[in-house]
């Protein structure tokens, strides 16, 4: 069942990549979090340059973007297959992966703390 899911999610990785040719060009990444009684995501982190923010916003990708992100978190969820509160996606000049990280990450730490 955990490979359907990571094939799945390679697949819509793929997809969102075919979907959106601007995501070619874009290095960077997103960090996301959702809390464990939430199936959708909580907070997320942009660490992108300004002007391809402003560019994935305009274009509707960064919508796309929370959709896929929102449904990666449901599928683990609902699979209990862990990681599966928090990550990064990774964009890497047209590569895109997702790195999940452990619910003792740092960055989910960062969160609570702040909130």
């Known amino acids: 069942m955990d490979n359907d ?11 969102l990549r075919h979907n959106y040719p601007q995501l070619q ?3 960077g990444s997103i960090m996301f979090v959702a809390e464990a009684d939430s199936p959708m995501l909580t907070a997320t982190a942009w660490h992108l340059a300004e002007a391809d923010n402003l560019m994935l916003k305009q274009a509707g990708v960064k919508g796309a973007i929370l959709e896929l992100l929102d449904t990666l978190v449901e599928q683990r969820k ?5 990681p599966n509160r928090q990550g990064r996606l990774l964009l890497n ?3 895109l992966g997702v790195e999940w990280l452990s619910d003792d990450s740092n ?3 960062a969160y609570k703390n702040a909130s």
């Open 5 to 15: 899911v990571i094939q799945l999610e390679k697949q819509s990785l793929e997809a």
């Open 25 to 27: 060009k874009l290095s």
């Open 78 to 82: 609902q699979q209990r297959i862990r």
């Open 93 to 95: 000049a047209g590569q």
């Open 107 to 109: 960055s989910l730490l």
